[in-house]
Each structure stands twice: as structure tokens, then as C-alpha cells.
């Protein structure tokens, strides 16, 4: 029961509550770095690393330090300063791997840090394993880490495809009043319409 809990959790994250498409969390870097499919990827990967630690080392920071010094009501700072010191190292990692892309993410790679979708994630985890009693503590960090890969993949999945959107749109003849942000917030809202349908599958 709890596999098929978990399933639901990771497939829910990524297309029913999508955290661009049906939170609109997040949405800084899905409109800043969307020109461009390459870009748009190496956002989502490094946005996938971000959320998916950030969201086991929260677990872990929760109900092991905060919880025991019944300090919970830190947990925002706590959070923000475990998702900083995550896109610290990412940050690193990327300007010595691959320069150009980390001159094409440019300021939005540090933006990671204030992205609420992945503070959004942490945030909503800890709040959906409070409301259940009797959750064990390995339960607790699987939900959270399966939540954090499937809301990662989520955003991922989004950004690229609205990248590529993006890309043939700027192939094609539009009128001027439309060109540019217009017609990318037209789309944006015309993908997040198209999600709503995975809303009655789970």
C-alpha cells in the first residue's frame, strides 16, 4: 500500500499538482530561462538537484534537530538556509563543469536560492506529514524524497516544454503586439489549462 501511495505521490507531483503549471510557484525562472531548450535543461537539472536534496535534508533537519528542541517554528529559516548552501555548491559545480551554461542561466542560477517552488516543496511536505499521525520517521523521509524528485521533475518537464514552445514561436511570423512576453504568458496559461486535464487521473 504504501509503494502504491508513493507511486501516486511521484506521478501527482510531476502533472496533477504541478508546481508551475497548477501552483504557479516558481515561475522567475520558467519565464527567464525558457528561450532556449538547452538552457531551459540545465535549469531543470540543477533545479531537480536543489529540490530533491533539499527536500530529504529538511526531512532529516526536522524531525531530528527541530522537532527534538521543539523549535519547529524556525523551520523557514532552517529550510533557506539548507536550499543556500545546496545552490552554493550547485553554483560552483556548474562554473567549473560548463561555463557557457552557466553565463547563459546567468542570475537565475543564484535565484534558485529564493525559488519559492523549491521552498514550496519542502514547506508543503513537512505540512502534509504533520496532518497524518503515526507516520515513521522512514516513511517520512521516503514521502518527502519522492515528492521532491516528482515536483523537480515537474518543473523540469514544464520548462522544457515550454522552451521548446518557445522556440518555434520565435520561427514564426507573429504580430509585433504579441512578439516577445505576450505571447510567452499567453502560452504559459494555455499549458497550464492543458495540465488540468491529468487533474481527475489521480
Known amino acids: 500500500m504504501e509503494e502504491i501511495n508513493l507511486i501516486t505521490l511521484f506521478l501527482g507531483a510531476i502533472f496533477v499538482n ?3 503549471l497548477s501552483k504557479f510557484l516558481g515561475i522567475c525562472p520558467f519565464l527567464g530561462v525558457s528561450k532556449k531548450v538547452e538552457t531551459a535543461v540545465g535549469m531543470g537539472v540543477a533545479v ?15 524531525n531530528y534537530v527541530l522537532e527534538p528542541l521543539q523549535i519547529e517554528y524556525l523551520y523557514n529559516i532552517a529550510f533557506i538556509l539548507i536550499i543556500a548552501s545546496l545552490v552554493q555548491f550547485i553554483e560552483m559545480f556548474i562554473k567549473k563543469s560548463s561555463p557557457t551554461l552557466y553565463q547563459a ?8 536560492t529564493t525559488n519559492c517552488a523549491v521552498l514550496g516543496v519542502t514547506v508543503s ?3 502534509d506529514l504533520s496532518a497524518i499521525e503515526g507516520v515513521s520517521i522512514g516513511m517520512k523521509f521516503a514521502y518527502s524524497l519522492v515528492y521532491g ?11 522544457v516544454l515550454f522552451a ?35 487533474s481527475g487521473l489521480l
Open 18 to 20: 504541478n508546481f508551475v
Open 48 to 62: 531537480t538537484f536543489v529540490m530533491t536534496i533539499a527536500s530529504a535534508a529538511t526531512c532529516l533537519v526536522y
Open 105 to 112: 542561466l546567468g542570475v537565475y542560477l543564484p535565484l534558485i
Open 125 to 127: 511536505s513537512m505540512q
Open 149 to 159: 524528485v516528482g515536483a523537480a521533475l515537474g518543473f523540469t518537464l514544464a520548462i
Open 164 to 198: 521548446g514552445i518557445r522556440e518555434r514561436l520565435e520561427r514564426n511570423n507573429l504580430l509585433p503586439v504579441v512578439k516577445g512576453f505576450p505571447i510567452a504568458l499567453i502560452t504559459a496559461g494555455l499549458m497550464s489549462i492543458s495540465f488540468l486535464g491529468f
